[in-house]
């Protein structure tokens, strides 16, 4: 439990603190990630190793997909039909995790909206995997100063 704690720490301390293009919502996070983890289980570790490297280490396992598609679906963060995203709600949900550079946030933006809308895959939990995938490896590269965005 102790790194759920550091995750969801994480999470709080930069929930409320950005001022950028979106406004500002109070989407409970904790509770959405004890419910979606009850029917999809997914270690803290498995979620920390994926958060921050933008990619799961095992890319077989369906339940830590099937967890950020409940994640997705229950904070309202996505329209699987459309495959469609709510980009403000992605970059303060993963984004926060990466920087609390208020600066960066709207350049991360433009990241998500890059990253979707995600069709590609007949499987929603799939689908929610790669969003997260391109958001956070093209985040990561662009917080390193690889690539610019606009
Ligand atoms: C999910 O539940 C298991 C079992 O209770 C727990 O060990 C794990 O840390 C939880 N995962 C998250 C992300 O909270």
Redesign the pocket.
């Given at each position: 439990?102790e790194?759920?704690k550091v995750?969801c720490f994480v999470i709080f301390v930069n929930l409320g603190v950005y001022c950028f293009a979106c406004e500002n919502d109070d989407t409970d996070f904790q509770s959405i990630?004890?419910m979606c983890?009850?029917t999809h289980?997914?270690?803290?570790e498995k979620?920390l190793y994926l958060y921050d490297q933008g990619i799961l280490q095992d890319e077989n396992e369906m339940d830590p997909k099937c967890f950020l598609r409940c994640l997705f679906e229950t904070s309202f963060m996505v329209s699987l039909e459309d495959g469609s995203y709510d980009n403000c709600k992605a970059v303060r949900y993963f984004g926060g995790m990466k920087t609390d550079d208020n600066s960066k946030q709207d350049e991360l933006l433009k990241i998500a909206e890059k990253c979707g809308p995600k069709t590609d895959h007949a499987d929603m939990c799939e689908r929610t995997y790669r969003f997260v995938k391109c958001f956070i490896t093209k985040g990561n590269e662009y917080l390193r100063g690889e690539v610019t965005v606009s």
């Open positions: 439990m790194n759920f995750i990630t004890e983890n009850q289980q997914t270690s803290a979620l």
